[in-house]
């Protein structure tokens, strides 16, 4: 049974930090690209940050570029989202995504085309 479990996420005031973990199993994790995801509410869900499945090149959102940093960990089979210098529209539920690379080129991933998901995690930036 496949298995992303989010961590890390709570109350923060704004220009903290907080670090999001991604703890998967029941996959073989170094086959997948891995993406964060966010959804505040009201808005639609919007796409992160991600990673190739072996890491390298990464992608942002520019709304977090230069903010945020994502990171992973394939011996530990843990994603990161390092965040920075937080605002108030950080707020939303984030959550962790994965999809095989058979599924499509790194680069691609969408809310669309994600093979599995975490639950979600909520981080709330107060101003």
């Known amino acids: 049974q496949v298995q992303l479990v989010e961590s890390g996420g709570g109350l923060m005031q704004a220009g903290g930090s907080l670090r999001l973990s991604c703890a998967a199993s029941g996959l073989t994790f170094s086959a997948f690209n891995m993406a964060w995801f966010r959804q505040a509410p009201g808005e639609e869900r919007e796409l992160v940050a991600s990673?190739?499945?072996?890491?390298?090149?990464?992608y942002y959102a520019d709304t977090v570029k230069g903010r945020f940093t994502v990171s992973r960990d394939n011996s530990r089979n843990t994603m990161y989202l390092q965040m920075n210098s937080l605002k108030p529209e950080d707020t939303a539920v984030y959550s962790c995504?994965?999809?095989?690379?058979?599924?499509?080129?790194?680069?691609?991933?969408?809310?669309?085309?994600?093979?599995?998901w975490g639950n979600g995690i909520l981080v709330t930036v107060s101003s």
């Open positions: 995504a994965g999809r095989g690379w058979w599924g499509g080129s790194w680069g691609t991933e969408n809310q669309y085309n994600m093979d599995y």
């Open positions: 990673i190739p499945r072996r890491g390298g090149s990464v």
